[in-house]
Structures are given as C-alpha cells and as structure tokens.
C-alpha cells in the first residue's frame, strides 16, 4: 500500500487530504499537525501531533513508517520545517514536494512596504506612526512590538496568547478566516486603524484585509516570504494530486 505523509497546518493540505482520499482511496494518508492549536480539522486517514526531532528524527519517522512520498503543506513562513523537511527527504531517499499557496497579486491602488522581517516591519510602522495598526502576524510576534508607543496595536489570531500583553495600548482580536472584504474595511474603520502589518502568505482565506487595506487607501507593511527550497513546487491541491498521479504513488479512481 502506497503511504503519503502529509506536513499539514493549512487549508491546502485539508483540500489534499480529502482530494487524495476521493480519488485514491487506496492510499494510506498520514496527515502530521505542529499542535500549536488545541482545534483538529476533520481529516481522513491517520492524524500524528506533535514535532519530529528535526531532520534525523523526520527521516527515520520516513524510514521506520515506510513513507512513499512527502508533501510539505505547512505555511509559507514555515521556513525551518521547509527545510527539514527537505534534508530529511533527501537522506531517505523520499520523493518530496512544497506545497506553496500562490501570493496576492498587488493592485493598483495597493501601498506595500515590503520588508525582510519583524524588525523592519517594527521599524516601519514606528516611521509611519499611524493612530492604530492592525498586526496580523501571531501571538510570537508580539514581544517585539513593545517598544512601539503612541499608538493603539492590535494583534488578530486564533487562539490567544499565553502570557498578558505587555503594554496597555496593546489589544487582541481573536478571530479566524475566512474573512470578508466588507467586515475588514468596518473593523478599520471603527478601529481607526492607519496601517496593517501582515506576513505574504498569500491564499484566499486572508485575502480580504488586503483588499480592505486597499479599498481605504491604508498602507501595507508586508514581511516577504522566505525563499522555498529547492524542488519539486505546486500551487495547489490539484498541483500536488497530480505530481502524485504522475509519480505513480497511488491508483487513481478518476473520481473528479
């Protein structure tokens, strides 16, 4: 029996999961979660928690488990376990590929200030010095806001953060996507928010602050994407079955 495992995390690798279970039901899926969020996502096949150790502990997890294949769909700015996920690959001989949603396009209309990391975004936003700001980056990010004062942040994420917030002028949003255009541009709104810090990660689900900022001329602080490593690359579920079909790991049903 064909074995896949699956780096998961995001709604590309749901969509995965489920297209691979319809089509080839057959193979035996190994969907693997960080276990940052307590929420598991309905998913076929076989669901592990947890990390691996590294690149040793991932390649002998591949060897021990017999894994045919490795689809890495963690986020884009999932950059350590990127490259775990290709060293161990490569020791075990495993075919491998990245699972990389595509980016925003930018608009007319669209004011990005493209940065490298966090501290440039803080740097950034202390040169724009805008009343409020909307911080889309995790509660990991939060700490190296602190130095920020004078203005109102506000931090949006799933789960909230396990220590208090720092600074008073800090607040958080608990929210999950999909978010829509309308309610991000009144949530600016009535916030008065002047600026949005946000990661390029790209996808549909988040998709709608970006237009909002757009729509209400508000500049973007964007941390660019870390570069993938080297390899076998698809945009979508759909890119990765295919790989799959073609790398004849699985016997296709034709199931649409």
């Known amino acids: 029996m064909t074995r896949i495992l699956i780096l998961g995390g995001t709604a590309e690798a749901v969509a995965l999961a489920n297209g691979i279970a319809a089509r080839a039901p057959g193979v035996d899926v190994v969907t693997s979660l960080a276990g940052i969020l307590d929420d598991t996502p309905d998913l ?3 669901v592990r928690r947890g990390g691996f150790g590294g690149a ?21 700015f999932a950059r350590i376990m990127a490259t775990t996920a290709c060293t161990a690959a490569c020791r075990s001989g495993v075919p491998r590929i990245k699972l990389v949603r595509p980016m925003w396009n930018r608009m007319p ?4 200030i493209v940065v490298d990391d966090i501290d440039a975004a803080v740097d950034s936003l202390k040169t724009l010095a805008p009343q409020a700001a909307l911080i889309t980056l995790g509660s990991r990010a939060i700490e190296s806001f602190r130095g920020i004062d004078g203005m109102r942040l506000i ?4 789960a909230p953060p396990k220590e208090p917030l720092p600074k008073p002028a800090m607040e958080v949003l608990l929210q999950r996507g999909p978010f829509d255009v309308e309610r991000e541009k ?3 709104t009535d916030r008065r928010v002047g600026a ?4 390029a990660s790209g ?4 998709e709608a602050k970006i237009r909002a900022a757009r729509d209400l001329h508000l500049p973007v ?3 660019r994407r870390p570069a993938v490593p080297q390899g076998p690359v698809a945009a979508d579920a759909e890119g990765v079955l295919d790989w799959l079909r073609k790398g004849g790991f699985a016997a296709w049903t034709g199931r649409p």
Request: glycine residues 10%.
């Open 44 to 46: 076929p096949g076989r």
């Open 56 to 76: 040793d502990g991932l390649s002998r997890y591949l060897d021990e488990e017999r894994i045919d294949a490795l689809v890495d769909a963690t986020h884009p």
């Open 109 to 112: 209309g669209d004011c990005w």
């Open 155 to 158: 931090f949006r994420m799933i």
């Open 186 to 188: 009144a949530l600016m």
């Open 196 to 199: 949005l810090v946000t990661r």
């Open 203 to 206: 996808g549909g689900a988040t």
């Open 221 to 223: 602080i964007m941390i």
